[in-house]
């Protein structure tokens, strides 16, 4: 999984390489990880997936998180990711930009696979999921995780509050 996480890391630092006008584009790679056991069990139990299962079914087994500057850099952001991966027909993009979660949250999801194969003849491909968001999605999410997930009695007054707020920032034209 190192190397995965490493191929990863590298499509997504050569995409930020890629602006050419930095001020155009202003992305931050925050991000790069492995789905622990647990959460894959987690995940697995909810979807009613068998252990085998489990690892051919969760999308985000890899994954990282892009943080931008505005929503113009983050729709930005997502087509030179796109333009970046091997395969841009492959690619799955979830706007939750467009059309928030019931929590509030918002932010774009990107889902693909990437080739963690040690040769061209043995292809080995990987789930791999970029969630690209604003600086004020993810302060948002950050902020908020625990009261929406963890503290159930404040989660209508938290998700209301800040879906309020998050639907006055303004759109990208």
């Given amino acids: ?18 602006i050419e006008d930095k001020s155009l584009v202003r992305a931050e790679l925050r991000s790069v990880r492995v789905k622990s056991v647990a959460s894959v069990a987690r995940k697995a139990a909810k979807n009613n997936w068998d252990a085998e299962d489990a690892l051919s079914q969760c999308r985000d087994l890899v994954g990282s998180r892009v943080v931008c500057n505005n929503l113009e850099d983050v729709y930005r952001f997502v087509e030179l990711l796109r333009e970046s991966l091997p395969f841009p027909d492959r690619i799955e993009v979830r706007d939750q930009i467009a059309k928030p979660k019931s929590t509030g949250y918002r932010g774009i999801h990107v889902k693909f696979r990437i080739d963690v194969g040690k040769h061209s003849a043995s292809r080995d491909f990987i789930p791999c999921e970029v969630q690209v968001r604003s600086r004020l999605q993810d302060a948002w999410a950050e902020l908020s995780h625990d009261d929406i997930y963890r503290r159930k009695d404040r989660r209508k007054r938290l998700k209301l509050a800040c879906s309020t707020w998050l639907q006055r920032s303004p759109r990208p034209t």
């Fill in 1 to 18: 999984m190192d190397f995965a996480v490493g191929r990863l890391r590298t499509i997504i630092r050569n995409a930020v390489a890629s």
